[in-house]
């Protein structure tokens, strides 16, 4: 067995331990009065993308001219302080088109919200607090151990079964006496609770104070944003829950909502009124010493079938009659799963800190990620702030791509496949955008998106707004997954449709110029401002490399499944007549 353990509080969300079954997620950190899960679920989204200060997104024409023809230059992503080299044939234009995105640079979101929290209250006032905390990797379980000098201890395991989404908490309690224990008090308690969402300036200022960092400035002070609404305690069928609801999207007319809802045994339940912080939180308590029980906290959304009510009511059926049963089966389930997993990716190397980060990475991998649900940006679910930043990072030139690289290498078809639901999103919006932005067919992959519907261009204007590079770099997964599979029924129903688009994106985008070859324009790399240099973004390796790849999987995919004739040679003519921009002798590659 691979273990993590811990001999001492871990005081950050960030650096604590973890569990899940790919969808549910929990980070265990404490206090220096209490042990505490925080939870975190990969489809708790703030959706809102309000375009209503947004002016019409960049055509691909406009930007050409402003590179070429009027030397653009411009300096931030929010204020572009964009001037014309050259002179503005619309000066007012000019500047919108080289200013920040005002749905991305001045809102804080889209972005994923962090679930809540549950607490262990330790009893007070008992001297000598030890606490050893063991994650077993193999069994996707962990168990803490809390003692004081007086002999009192409370053991804890706790887990994520692979289904429903929830936390479940065991604790027996050793040597609680009268000689022992403080005072009057219970030695478990539970608190469970949802605070309410702060305004954007606030969380500013607080991450400022604790960090120096000054994160999401140009969504401070603008009048126009909003936290969500607060969370509330009521009951669901004679459930207590907690409720957090958002506002109205476009899949959700009435708004996303989600619950946590507690299932206990030994202790009882009591609603808190809130006070001025207006947060919503449940207390389980005792009104007498309860030496051993278990705790699961539910967390039912709007994406569960029927809804978080009808989800809610599954659970519940589930846990009636024998409860310590379904529990014990949970456990069972958790193990089974974990060890199923592990057969897939067990390894022994010599470097036994490399082995160590093996295990620890997949294992935080396969707790946050699966194949059913979609993905996480760069942000974990059970570790992010009440704003996100970067918008829960779901860019595409690294950020989203770099978890999945070693995931079909370890075996892992299932946490590789999850890149893929949050992808038929951006997918779908680049269909839009290449049509009404770039003239193109197929579909022009963004810098950014989100893992849901959206009504418009996610960052419209800036010279980030239109770069052509990160298309092929997506279409390089989906060869990728049909590379380590040969699963030929998987490329014609998901992943030949996208190789195509990326590429037909790209046949439309090359043009060819007087010397018979065709080139890349505009489109500038990596991450940069305009320079008045046309020259930055016209045929730029990181665009050329990923059309050219693209473009020959495509090909490749085509011969394979049989199919497009016609578009196979437009490809195989663009690659015959695309401009080198590499040396590959010097470069010591191959072609």
């Known amino acids: 067995m691979h273990t993590t353990e811990l001999n001492?509080?871990?005081?950050?969300?960030?650096?604590?331990?973890?569990l899940g079954n790919g969808d549910l997620s929990v980070s265990i950190y404490q206090a220096s009065d209490r042990i505490i899960w925080r939870f975190g679920k990969n489809d708790v989204w703030d959706r809102r993308l309000d375009l209503s200060d947004c002016p019409k997104p960049a055509h691909i024409d406009e930007i050409a001219r402003g590179v070429k023809d009027e030397g653009w230059v411009n300096s931030g992503f929010v204020d572009g302080h964009g001037q014309a080299g050259q002179g503005a044939s619309d000066p007012q234009r000019m500047r919108e088109l080289c200013d920040g995105w005002p749905a991305y640079a001045r809102r804080p979101y889209p972005c994923p919200k962090p679930v809540g929290e549950l607490a262990l209250h330790l009893p007070a006032d008992q001297s000598g607090?030890?606490?050893?905390?063991?994650?077993?990797?193999?069994?996707n379980t962990v168990t803490i151990r809390c003692s004081w000098d007086s002999g009192a201890v409370i053991n804890l395991e706790c887990f994520v079964p692979p289904s429903p989404n929830v936390l479940v908490v065991t604790w027996t309690v050793e040597n609680w006496t009268e000689e022992t224990a403080t005072a009057y008090q219970v030695p478990v308690w539970f608190s469970l609770y949802r605070w309410n969402d702060p305004t954007i300036e606030a969380f500013v200022s607080d991450l400022f104070a604790r960090t120096r960092f000054r994160a999401l400035s140009g969504a401070?002070?603008?009048?126009?944003?909003s936290p969500l609404p607060v969370p509330v305690v009521r009951e669901v069928d004679g459930q207590p829950i907690i409720e957090q609801s958002f506002p109205p999207d476009l899949r959700f007319a009435g708004g996303f909502r989600y619950y946590l809802a507690p299932f206990v045994s030994g202790l009882t339940l009591e609603a808190i009124k809130p006070g001025a912080s207006d947060e919503a939180r449940l207390h389980i308590k005792g009104d007498y010493t309860v030496v051993e029980g278990w705790l699961a906290v539910a967390v039912p959304t709007s994406?569960?079938?029927?809804?978080?009510?009808?989800?809610?009511?599954?659970?519940?059926?589930?846990?009636?009659?024998?409860?310590?049963?379904?529990?014990t089966q949970w456990r069972r389930d958790t193990e089974m799963r974990a060890q199923a997993?592990?057969?897939?990716?067990?390894?022994?190397?010599a470097d036994t800190f490399m082995e160590r980060v093996w295990y620890e990475t997949l294992h935080a991998r396969r707790c946050a990620y699966r194949s059913s649900v979609i993905a996480p940006g760069l942000m974990m679910p059970s570790t992010v702030g009440d704003y996100s930043l970067w918008h829960g990072d779901y860019h595409t030139n690294y950020n989203y791509q770099s978890p999945f690289w070693g995931d079909y290498t370890a075996n892992q078809i299932d946490l590789g496949d999850a890149f893929f639901p949050g992808m038929r999103y951006i997918i779908?919006?680049?269909?839009?955008?290449?049509r009404d932005w770039w003239n193109c067919r197929g579909t022009f992959i963004h810098l950014t998106g989100y893992p849901f519907e959206i009504e418009g261009d996610p960052y419209g204007t800036g010279p980030l707004s239109r770069l052509a590079y990160m298309t092929g770099w997506i279409a390089s997964h989906y060869w990728w997954r049909y590379v380590y599979t040969m699963d030929t029924e998987w490329l014609v129903d998901e992943g030949y449709p996208v190789i195509r688009d990326c590429a037909l994106f790209y046949t439309d985008f090359l043009e060819k110029w007087d010397d018979d070859l065709y080139h890349a324009f505009p489109s500038g790399q990596g991450e940069s401002f305009f320079t008045?240099?046309?020259?930055?973004?016209?045929?730029r390796p990181q665009v050329i490399r990923h059309i050219r790849y693209c473009l020959q999987k495509a090909l490749e995919a085509a011969e394979i499944l049989d199919t497009d004739d016609d578009?196979?040679?437009?490809?195989?003519?663009?690659?015959?007549?695309?401009?080198?921009v590499d040396d590959l002798d010097a470069l010591s590659f191959s072609d």
């Open 567 to 580: 578009l196979a040679a437009q490809w195989r003519q663009r690659l015959d007549r695309l401009v080198v």
């Open 428 to 434: 779908e919006i680049g269909r839009k955008l290449s």
């Open 303 to 327: 994406t569960d079938a029927g809804g978080a009510d009808a989800e809610l009511a599954r659970i519940v059926a589930t846990l009636q009659g024998t409860p310590s049963e379904i529990i």
């Open 532 to 539: 008045g240099s046309s020259v930055d973004y016209t045929d």
């Open 341 to 349: 997993f592990w057969h897939q990716s067990s390894v022994s190397i």
């Open 220 to 225: 401070v002070n603008t009048g126009r944003t």
């Open 129 to 139: 607090f030890r606490i050893q905390q063991r994650l077993t990797i193999e069994q």
């Open 8 to 18: 001492y509080p871990v005081l950050e969300h960030e650096e604590g331990l973890l």
